[in-house]
């Protein structure tokens, strides 16, 4: 704040006046934001003051704070994503101790903020995660397993008559090594199953042989 006195008769000075007052070390007032003006009944003496913003031109806080120019002071606010006194600054980590995304997302503080992701088998925007159907629309097992979704995963499995892990499905023999059909009949494996017929002079479905 700048103080300036001025030399009065009593009356309340006039703009040119104020402009050629003496402020404190000497110097001539070009410019006057006057904040307040009193005439002091006790002498001619008039009390002018004129803020200074402390904020401009170079503000006096940390770089990642707020500057607010108050009467005759002024106030120092970190920035968001940021924590401190306004002249030190701290990053805060806003995934710790509750993150703030979804239950299915992971959290991950970054430089005065923070970013969710949804974890694996899960699709949103961090906040809202739900699981995804990996067997929509293209199954990512073999062309002879079936697949099931699961929350935020799915399992593969080979259909009946072929064996494996279900992304590698081969053909089960079920003729070997012990063949399911009639004694008397034979055992043909095909394609994802198997075929029986009886032996010549017998008749029946295969697995009944008469």
Do not use: R, W
């Not at 940390?62 to 306004?86: F, Q, V």
């Amino acid at each position: 704040t700048i103080f300036a006195s001025f030399h009065s008769s009593g009356n309340t000075p006039s703009s040119s006046d104020l402009l050629n007052s003496k402020v404190n070390d000497g110097a001539i007032c070009s410019d006057v934001s006057i904040k307040s003006l009193a005439v002091i009944p006790s002498g001619p003496d008039i009390l002018l003051t004129s803020n200074t913003n402390e904020c401009q031109p170079d503000s006096p806080c940390h770089a990642n704070a707020t500057c607010n120019n108050t009467e005759g002071s002024y106030l120092c606010t970190c920035d968001s994503g940021y924590s401190g006194d306004g002249f030190t600054c701290n990053d805060t980590n806003e995934c710790q101790p509750d993150s703030p995304c979804h239950a299915n997302a992971t959290c991950n503080n970054t430089e005065g903020s923070y970013h969710c992701a949804c974890d694996s088998g899960y699709s949103g925007d961090g906040f809202t995660c739900n699981d995804t159907n990996e067997c929509q629309p293209d199954s990512p097992c073999h062309a002879n397993a079936t697949c099931n979704n699961t929350e935020g995963s799915y399992h593969c499995a080979c259909d009946s008559g072929y064996s494996g892990d279900g992304f590698t499905c081969n053909d089960t023999n079920e003729c070997q090594p012990d063949s399911p059909c009639h004694a008397n009949a034979t055992c043909n494996n095909t394609e994802g199953s198997y075929h029986c017929a009886c032996d010549s002079g017998y008749s029946g479905d295969g697995f009944t042989c008469n």
